[in-house]
């Protein structure tokens, strides 16, 4: 479909054509569509692209003795961070906010 075909389409839905215009949700309605949403399960390739637009990206440098620190990987968020070292996404990102190095050996940054 072509971005003038959308914008026809969407022209004739704004406004008072709109069917919801006016009205609102009812909390029960709303109740139901909150828990058909948590049970919704998405697929890998899927949670990666929301990772990618919505995480925060997170290098990890791994300490050695003798050249300083090294970067031992990227990641697409915070959370995908934590799962590689077995640690929490807060952990990461309070770590990577903050500057110190974890566990004294391992040091976060933002790409």
Known sequence: MDDGTKKLMSSKRTGELNPLYGKSHSDETK???????LGKKYYEDTKLLMSTKRGNPVNIYEKFSSEGFKLIGSFVSARRAGKFLEISGSTVI?????????????????K
């Open 94 to 110: 309070s770590y990577r906010k903050s500057g110190a190095v974890f566990k004294d050996r391992y040091k976060f940054s933002s």
């Open 31 to 37: 109740e139901l569509m909150r828990q058909k949403a």
